[in-house]
């Protein structure tokens, strides 16, 4: 743990994970059932884990920034029997206590509140020798949908032995170069797919991970030197602020020993990338792919310079180009990106979000549009969906249209992402009022509290920064809302529009 500088041995850890796999065993659980767990980036959330994992089940780990409804919406719909948190989330898990009828085990970390076991006092009891014919298990992790409620990402993985390792391992090994020598720093929130598989892949190869409880600029680059770090994931606005500080502390420190700096969740600009590149040298790798897990695109540094403003080319399945009728489109033409020929998902308990990411030939979509180039080198140029990235945060809008939409001052309301230097987009939302402001402080005032009561009820990186009054929303006649032309006034003459 970078803050703290505690240390888990791989001893430890496995005693740990096997303990916990016991006290799941014992409560019934088996292979294929499912738990989820709400923390911090923790010292036990790794060995939480790794018990889910040793037991076969299928677990679910959530955002810590989630409301109390969100919260209670994943541990329902996942259909969880146990879930796990920590004090950090104390004020929710509270409210949660009669939320969760399907949950037979609640447990918190270090100090519990009541209506939740002892974590610490119920593993430590437990048995640490291994279950025996072990089977993995697999996360299944949320992202939100555009209809606002979160959406789980079935990836129909088949039960297999424990020692079996798994497709991400090796992507790690032949992309990456980890090893049982490598010492990978995650600097970013272990509920995030990237990070949790990230660093549960180092593991596997036997690896170091130094995990950080949250992420700072100049920290992360003293943490570089300090652990001599050979591989590193981060999302491109911890690119931003590590640009932004001042050169003499970039300079202070050796990155020397980085053989891979991994990117990816978020567009990178072009600029930043290049000077990244010039700091560390050619070692920064980018990737786009999903949750979902159906497809991989990939691009090292050199690839990037010789087509700036790639995300690489296919190493797992193919993409294709579509149009809003299903036809596959000419290099260099933009559309919706597909992919086929690789993993399957479903999203759990809703057919029709899942039918919906399919064409009738069975290639599946994360709702991205782009096009490819001549050598097959695929660039991101829009959201279908106008989802959000906001520091490599996916924000579906319509959640907080849905909110503010009740609110009593409010007609009609667009929630946009708009140009933000440090996370790539911020979130806006332009709205109609029943009275327009009559002032500047009027305005400010019905801002603040707009801004307050979204808060109230989403999750806070879900919420708009800033909001805009207008006297009307372009819509057509039929309802529909023109948000293309509002995102263009505020994106205008940008190369980028997410």
Request: with cysteine.
């Amino acid at each position: 743990m970078a803050g703290s500088g505690r240390v888990i041995t791989y001893s430890q850890l496995d005693e740990a994970a096997n303990r916990l796999s016991r006290v799941f065993h014992d409560m019934g659980l088996r292979p294929g059932d499912h738990v989820a767990f709400c923390l911090e980036n923790h010292p036990r959330f790794l060995e939480i884990c790794w018990g889910a994992h040793y037991a076969g089940l299928i677990y679910t780990a959530i955002s810590s920034r989630l409301t109390t409804d969100e919260m209670e919406y994943i541990i329902g719909n996942c259909e969880a029997r146990a879930f796990i948190t920590s004090p950090y989330k104390a004020d929710q898990a509270a409210e949660l206590r009669d939320l969760m009828p399907g949950v037979e085990l609640r447990l918190m970390v270090d100090d519990p509140i009541d209506g939740y076991d002892s974590y610490d006092d119920v593993v430590a009891s437990a048995s640490s020798d291994p279950l025996p014919d072990r089977v993995a298990g697999t996360d299944m992790l949320y992202s939100s949908g555009t209809t606002g409620r979160p959406k789980g990402v079935n990836t129909n993985v088949a039960l297999e032995p424990l020692e079996t390792a798994g497709s991400g391992v090796s992507t790690l090994s032949v992309l990456f170069g980890f090893t049982d020598k490598s010492v990978y720093l995650s600097p970013a929130p272990l509920y995030h797919a990237a990070p949790l598989r990230f660093c549960m892949a180092a593991q596997i190869l036997g690896g170091t991970v130094i995990v950080m409880e949250r992420f700072d600029p100049e920290e992360y680059l003293r943490l570089i030197e300090k652990y001599q770090v050979t591989q590193t994931q981060v999302v491109p606005t911890m690119f931003v602020r590590m640009l932004k500080l001042p050169e003499a502390t970039r300079e202070k420190y050796d990155v020397s020993s980085i053989q891979a700096a991994i990117h990816a969740a978020a567009p990178c600009p072009v600029e930043v990338k290049r000077q990244m590149i010039e700091w560390w040298g050619p070692v920064l790798h980018e990737y786009y792919a999903g949750t979902e897990g159906n497809g991989f695109v990939y691009c090292n540094s050199e690839q990037w310079l010789a087509h700036p403003g790639t995300v690489g080319q296919a190493v797992l399945g193919v993409v294709h180009i579509v149009d809003d009728d299903g036809n596959e489109l000419e290099v260099g033409e933009e559309g919706t990106v597909y992919f086929d020929g690789a993993g399957t998902f479903e999203y759990h308990g809703d057919p029709e979000k899942t039918a919906a990411s399919r064409l009738p030939n069975g290639w599946s979509t994360l709702g991205d549009v782009g096009r490819l180039d001549d050598d097959g080198f695929l660039y991101l140029t829009d959201r279908k969906a106008y989802m959000i990235i906001s520091g490599g945060v996916n924000i579906y809008p319509q959640e907080a249209e849905n909110v503010l939409t009740m609110h009593p001052e409010v007609i009609d309301v667009a929630v946009i992402g708009v140009p933000n230097d440090d996370f790539g987009e911020e979130v806006k939302a332009v709205v109609q009022p029943v009275t327009m402001p009559t002032d500047d402080e009027a305005a400010r005032r019905l801002e603040r509290e707009l801004i307050a009561y979204c808060r109230e009820q989403l999750a806070d990186v879900k919420c708009p920064r800033t909001v805009d009054f207008r006297a009307e929303l372009p819509r057509h006649p039929t309802g529909k809302l023109y948000k293309r032309l509002l995102k263009d006034e505020y994106w205008g003459e940008s190369s980028r529009r997410i």
